[in-house]
């Protein structure tokens, strides 16, 4: 009984591995089903409104970035709403912008 059973689940397993590669050439989406939507608002307008910084995030990956002047994204949050507010310094020159979360049309 205990063969019948192991040469079964054996069967199902040799089955599933020759459909896994069927199944995985398949596309999953059809695109990236958000992105970010830059606004003409402020991080402080959005910590008016009730936004609430979840998470802050230095990144010195960026081309130009220097460890002692890393590119920051903070991120921010209102029941489902989320925001990104960037701040990046590039030699003298200093860049700013805040982007919401928005589904793709």
């Known amino acids: 009984m205990m063969r019948r059973v192991a040469a079964f689940l054996l ?19 059809e695109g990236h089903p958000h992105k970010w939507e830059t606004v003409d608002k402020s991080m402080v307008d959005f910590l008016n409104a009730g936004f609430e910084v979840k998470a802050v ?4 990956s960026e081309k130009g ?8 994204h903070y991120f921010l949050q209102k029941s489902k709403q989320l925001v990104r ?7 003298q020159t200093s860049y700013y912008w805040c982007a919401v979360l928005v589904k793709v049309k």
């Open 85 to 91: 507010c960037d701040f990046r310094k590039r030699e």
């Open 65 to 72: 970035a220097t460890p002692d002047l890393p590119d920051v």
């Open 11 to 29: 069967a199902v397993l040799w089955l599933a591995a020759l459909a896994a590669p069927a199944v995985s050439a398949e596309p999953s989406s």
């Open 57 to 60: 995030v230095y990144d010195t």
